[in-house]
Each structure stands twice: as structure tokens, then as C-alpha cells.
């Protein structure tokens, strides 16, 4: 990942494209049958108030650069959410050499350990997630119920390797594929905010290497932010 590629904005830009209708975008349905799903280029760009050629460009990988103007006119009219326009904006403007630096090591506060012990006393599983999904400390019974992650490895302690390649993961999530679908929308945000870190590009490449459900829905470009939430389990 040490150079974003342009075909990453392409193919978000082409994703989202497709998941909107005419109507969505409160366009009147055109007569005549579509060939392809969504709005169309010349739709979004004369929506946006580019031209088509500009925007075509765009899409294609072959503009160098967008003002954050445009850029904004495009989350509008494609209705992204905070995260996902904050993701267009990313894969437009690659971070510059100086935010390429080696990242600090990854660490819990002690206020949210103690939050975790507080958790224990109510019976709710919790654990704290960092950069590309490790999972940097979780209470006592997160460790029983779901895993001990801290007697694994250190390369191994990763929620998404967990929830795609343990197989207790699917029997433990009652909605596993909702888990699994947003783990990767998590993972697709973070490799957008940090296009250089290997250890992510790794970790991406062995999913996608070893799980067709994940290579699906990585295809989907759907990116979500991580934050607190319920999940149920069997147990």
C-alpha cells in the first residue's frame, strides 16, 4: 500500500454510483429500459454540476486531482454518510510524504481498562479495537465467550481474522454474516485512512486470499466507522 492506487476511487466512485437510483436522486424514471443499475455518469456529473468528460476522468482513474468543492458536490448527490464522504475525500488526496511515518505503537488508556473491569460486573462482553481491527485488551468474560485473544500470538489478536477465519465465529454470532460484512466495511475504512501500513495491505491480502465471502463484500466498497454496539451470541 504504499501508493494509493487510482483504481480505489474508480471503484468506490462506481459502487456507489450503482446503488442509486433515478429516483433517489430525484430524477424522473427515464423512459426506455437501463442497461446497467443506478445513475448514470452524465446523471451524477450534471447533478454534481461537473462536466461529464470531467467526471468520466474522475471515475476512470485518469484526473490527477479534484477540488474538495467537487468532491463535495459528489458525496451530496451519491447521499454518503460522514464516513464514507470522509473516504472519498481520503482516496482523492493521498496523504503527503510527511504523514508517511512509521505509526506509534497502538496502546489502551488505563480510564477505558478500568471501564472494561466496570463491564465485567454487568455481564457484557467488551473489548477495544484499534488500528486494522487488533484487538488491543477486552474484559474476562469477552475472553470466555468469545476468546482469549490475549493467549494468542501477537499478529493473531485481529477481530477480523477471528470473525473469517475462526471457526467458532460462525457459531458464536447469531447474525455472523452482519458481523462479517461489517468487519469489512471497518477494514475498508482503515485502509483508506492509512494506504501505507503494511501490516494492513497484509492482513487484506490473506483475507481476500482465503475467503470468497470477504472478497465479495470488499467489492461492495462499503465503509463504516468503528463504534460502540450490541451483538448477540450463542453461547
Same mark, same amino acid.
Do not use: C
Given at each position: 500500500?504504499?501508493?494509493?492506487?487510482?483504481?480505489?476511487? !474508480?471503484?468506490?466512485?462506481?459502487?456507489?454510483? *450503482?446503488?442509486?437510483?433515478?429516483?433517489? !436522486?430525484?430524477?424522473?424514471?427515464?423512459?426506455?429500459?437501463?442497461? +446497467?443499475?443506478?445513475?448514470?455518469?452524465?446523471?451524477?456529473?450534471?447533478?454534481?454540476?461537473?462536466?461529464?468528460?470531467?467526471?468520466?476522468?474522475?471515475?476512470? =482513474?485518469?484526473?490527477?486531482?479534484?477540488?474538495?468543492? +467537487?468532491? @463535495?458536490?459528489? $458525496?451530496? +448527490?451519491?447521499?454518503?454518510?460522514?464516513?464514507?464522504?470522509?473516504?472519498?475525500?481520503?482516496? !482523492?488526496?493521498?496523504?503527503?510524504?510527511?504523514?508517511?511515518?512509521?505509526?506509534?505503537?497502538?496502546?489502551? @488508556?488505563? $480510564?477505558?481498562?478500568?471501564?472494561?473491569?466496570?463491564?465485567?460486573?454487568?455481564?457484557?462482553? %467488551?473489548?477495544?479495537?484499534?488500528?486494522?481491527? @487488533?484487538?488491543?485488551?477486552?474484559?474476562?468474560? %469477552?475472553?470466555?465467550?468469545?476468546?482469549?485473544?490475549?493467549?494468542?500470538? $501477537?499478529?493473531?489478536?485481529?477481530?477480523?481474522?477471528? +470473525?473469517?477465519?475462526?471457526?467458532?465465529?460462525?457459531?458464536?454470532?447469531?447474525?455472523? *454474516?452482519?458481523? !462479517?460484512?461489517?468487519?469489512?466495511?471497518?477494514?475498508?475504512?482503515? *485502509?483508506?485512512?492509512?494506504?501505507?501500513?503494511?501490516?494492513?495491505?497484509?492482513?487484506? =491480502?490473506?483475507?481476500?486470499? &482465503?475467503?470468497?465471502?470477504?472478497?465479495?463484500?470488499?467489492?461492495? &466498497?462499503?465503509?463504516?466507522?468503528?463504534?460502540?454496539?450490541?451483538?448477540?451470541? &450463542? &453461547?
Amino acid at each position: 500500500m504504499s501508493e494509493r492506487k487510482p483504481t480505489e476511487l !474508480a471503484e468506490f466512485l462506481s459502487a456507489r454510483r *450503482a446503488r442509486l437510483t433515478p429516483q433517489d !436522486a430525484g430524477l424522473e424514471e427515464p423512459g426506455g429500459r437501463r442497461r +446497467v443499475p443506478g445513475l448514470r455518469r452524465e446523471e451524477l456529473a450534471r447533478l454534481a454540476g461537473v462536466s461529464v468528460d470531467y467526471y468520466t476522468r474522475l471515475e476512470q =482513474g485518469r484526473s490527477p486531482s479534484a477540488s474538495a468543492e +467537487v468532491l @463535495d458536490a459528489l $458525496a451530496t +448527490v451519491l447521499q454518503l454518510n460522514d464516513a464514507e464522504r470522509q473516504h472519498l475525500h481520503r482516496l !482523492a488526496k493521498p496523504p503527503t510524504a510527511q504523514r508517511r511515518k512509521r505509526s506509534r505503537p497502538q496502546s489502551v @488508556d488505563p $480510564a477505558t481498562l478500568r471501564l472494561l473491569e466496570l463491564l465485567d460486573q454487568v455481564w457484557s462482553p %467488551a473489548f477495544v479495537l484499534g488500528r486494522r481491527l @487488533d484487538v488491543l485488551a477486552h474484559n474476562r468474560l %469477552a475472553g470466555a465467550l468469545i476468546t482469549e485473544f490475549r493467549e494468542l500470538p $501477537a499478529k493473531l489478536r485481529n477481530q477480523a481474522r477471528f +470473525v473469517f477465519f475462526d471457526p467458532h465465529a460462525r457459531e458464536l454470532y447469531a447474525d455472523w *454474516a452482519e458481523v !462479517a460484512a461489517d468487519t469489512v466495511a471497518m477494514l475498508r475504512l482503515d *485502509a483508506g485512512r492509512y494506504p501505507d501500513d503494511e501490516r494492513l495491505s497484509e492482513l487484506i =491480502g490473506e483475507l481476500s486470499i &482465503h475467503s470468497t465471502e470477504f472478497r465479495t463484500w470488499w467489492s461492495r &466498497h462499503k465503509v463504516e466507522r468503528r463504534t460502540t454496539g450490541r451483538k448477540t451470541y &450463542h &453461547h
